[in-house]
């Protein structure tokens, strides 16, 4: 695979770009797309509306803190959907709170980053995760998405 497609699910404009600099400094191509809600993010993982002909994701960013669906109610969409479930979901969070983490992890979540107040511990961990799914985690190839 020499392109990866990402899908980032946040409302914070200034953690959106953050997290796209810190994928496009890891220096893998990639496609990114945003979506700033939860009802977005599940239109667009399931190809809704506007989003018919969305590319499927291989790694969202999940932040949990989100309008309308929240990131827990999309991380269980997503699990309990034979077409979305193989997608690996890195929940970032301001919360370390361990009934947090727990919670992420019981609804499946791949990954649980903690956001790191300093930009550079931030970018650190963006790329942590980037090589370990684009470089060492054997992935499953993409299924075939019918609506």
Known sequence: MD???????????GDVRLTITALRDAMISNDVDVALDGEQALAFLRREGRYVNA?????VFLDLNIPKVDGHEVLMAMKTDSRLRHIPVVVISCSDAD?????????????YL???????????????????????????HHRPHTN
């Not at 590319?55 to 790694?59: C, G, S």
């Not at 903690?114 to 499953?140: G, M, Q, S």
Request: charged share 25%.
């Open 99 to 111: 009934r947090d983490i727990e919670r992420a992890y019981d609804e499946q979540a791949s990954v």
């Open 114 to 140: 903690t956001k790191p107040t300093d930009l550079d511990l931030y970018f650190t961990a963006i790329r942590a995760v980037k090589e370990l799914w684009f470089h060492f985690a054997a992935l499953p």
């Open 55 to 59: 590319p499927q994701p291989d790694l």
């Open 3 to 13: 392109s990866f497609h990402i899908l980032i699910v946040e409302d914070n404009p």
